[in-house]
């Protein structure tokens, strides 16, 4: 320990320490706790910066049940750069994933055309397995059973 903060500790003896702390907590209910927790908590929050206290409020506001606030709304033509830009880094990450052998890129192919296939046309198939050539095909009525 330094000199300094050896003279921190000089005049506190251990048995008056645990004395305090045994009376402080016989003294203090439960209400009064939560009542000095928040207290703190407040305190804390007071300090923090624009953004972080916006997420303490939101935190909040959560662990009460009421909704989040809305967010304003983002202007389509920025929306859309936003989202470039996102796929950029999605692209890069992914690259960067493949050369430091998180992912593989042997099979990627194979996903990637599945995905093709889900989102393709299907044109009258869209309806079911009967269409074929256009036409579509039922089989024999079966007898009504009344």
Not at 20 to 35: C, G, H, P, V
Not at 105 to 130: C, I, V, W, Y
């Amino acid at each position: 320990m330094s000199s300094k903060v050896a003279r921190i500790f000089e005049d506190i003896d251990s048995s008056q320490l645990g004395a305090a702390q045994a009376d402080i907590e016989q003294n203090l209910t439960s209400e009064e706790f939560i009542k000095m927790k928040r207290d703190v908590e407040l305190l804390g929050a007071s300090a923090l910066d624009k953004r972080s206290a916006k997420a303490w409020k939101a935190s909040m506001l959560a662990k009460l049940g009421a909704s989040a606030g809305k967010t304003p709304r983002t202007p389509a033509k920025i929306g859309h750069g936003m989202a470039r830009k996102a796929k950029q880094r999605e692209a890069v990450a992914l690259q960067e994933a493949i050369a430091s052998g998180m992912v593989q890129a042997k099979g990627r192919g194979k996903k990637l055309r599945a995905l093709k296939a889900k989102q393709r046309d299907k044109g009258l198939m869209e309806a079911g397995k009967g269409w074929k050539n256009g036409v579509l095909r039922i089989g024999k009525l079966k007898p009504a059973t009344s």
